[in-house]
Every structure is written in structure tokens, then in C-alpha cells.
């Protein structure tokens, strides 16, 4: 089984900085790749942004420009850095892993986190 486990999350006002991580875990897993998910009160989950195992790297439109995301492939590791945050960026982030299981056919899988609360005002 795959473990995802979120840390970083908290208040912060709104113009400042906050750093997520998020280490996976699990047995002949390639975790191809990792990335970040959020969900405000009322909304859907949405897209943040993602990054395999390549470096190639996705982001939502409303980010762009403020957040970074990284990975560390040695710990199956990936980062959030947010900048220049927004009111609107308020929302529980989920980390998500997707890959297969080495040796057992090509079939994608993808497993989450529990989340962590994002929230930021005055």
C-alpha cells in the first residue's frame, strides 16, 4: 500500500509565503508522478499543479506565477512553495501520487493524502 502524508499548512496573511511538502511512501511503486490538489468550502477539487518523475511540470492558470512546485525523487518527495498569496487560495491541499506497481502490468494507480488546511486573511 501507498502512504501520502502532507505537512507545511496554516494561516498565513494574505501577500505571504507558505511551503507544503508531501512524502509517499510504498513497496515497487514508480510514483510517476506527484502532485497538488485543492479543495475550497463548496467546490470542487481542482488542479494545482503536478511534476513527474521527468521534471516536467503542470500548474493551474490562477497560480502561475506565484507557486512553485518540486519534487525530490530520492524521497519521493514533492514541494509547494506559494508566493503572493490570495484570499482565494484558501482551501484544504491534497497531495496526490499516481504510478504502478513494478512488475505488474501497466495499470495506473493514484493515491491521496489527507490534506492540509490552507488558509489566508488578515
Known amino acids: 500500500q501507498v502512504q501520502v502524508v502532507e505537512s507545511g499548512g496554516g494561516l498565513v496573511q494574505p501577500g505571504g509565503s507558505l511551503k507544503l511538502s508531501c512524502a509517499a511512501s510504498g513497496r515497487r511503486f514508480s510514483f510517476d508522478k506527484m502532485g497538488w490538489y485543492r479543495q475550497a468550502p463548496g467546490k470542487q477539487r481542482e488542479l494545482v499543479a503536478t511534476v513527474n518523475t521527468g521534471g516536467s511540470t503542470k500548474y493551474a492558470d490562477s497560480v502561475k506565477g506565484r507557486f512553485t512546485i518540486s519534487r525530490d525523487n530520492s524521497k519521493n518527495t514533492v514541494y509547494l512553495q506559494m508566493n503572493s498569496l490570495k484570499p482565494e487560495d484558501t482551501a484544504v491541499y491534497y497531495c496526490?501520487?499516481?504510478?504502478?506497481?513494478?512488475?505488474?502490468?501497466?495499470?495506473?494507480?493514484?493515491?491521496w493524502g489527507q490534506g492540509t488546511q490552507v488558509t489566508v486573511s488578515s
Open positions: 496526490k501520487t499516481e504510478g504502478r506497481y513494478v512488475g505488474s502490468g501497466s495499470t495506473t494507480y493514484g493515491y
